[in-house]
Structure formats: C-alpha cells, structure tokens
C-alpha cells in the first residue's frame, strides 16, 4: 500500500505542476494552444478552460487523498 501511495502522490504531483502551467494567466497561456484561444458565447471562460478547471480539482482531489493516505500510514502503520 505504501508503494502505491508514494507512485500516486508523485503521478499526481507532476500531472498537477503541468495542469498548472496549463491554465491561461492575463496574458494568454499554453492551454490557448490547444484551441482554448476561441471564445465561448455562453460564457466569458473557454470550454477548454472550463475542462481544465474540472480536470485540475479532481487531480487536486486526488492528490489531498494520497497525502491523508499516507499521513494516516504513517500514524497507524
């Protein structure tokens, strides 16, 4: 179990540091690349945006997760 939360915390870490830098800043960032640039008209926010916004919490998510996991690994053993 052990092994499988330090693999998951540290998949989780990356993926959130390349979700990150993903996001569009004031100026325009890399997820406009990826057709983010186009404006929604329901919406002041891309649907790209939007997907990535949904996809950063769950990550988020899990990653809060396997910091308990562990917190409560090392606690109880």
């Known amino acids: ?28 960032g890399l997820s406009s690349l990826f057709g983010g640039g186009m404006q929604s008209s329901l919406a002041g926010s891309t649907v790209a945006e939007k997907n990535l916004n949904r996809i950063t919490v769950y ?8 910091i308990v996991g562990m917190g409560m690994q090392v606690r109880y053993g």
């Open 1 to 28: 179990m052990s092994l499988f939360l330090d693999i998951l915390l540290v998949s989780t870490s990356l993926i959130m540091v390349l979700l990150v830098l993903l996001h569009r800043a004031k100026g325009g």
């Open 59 to 66: 990550v988020a998510i899990v990653w809060a997760v396997a």
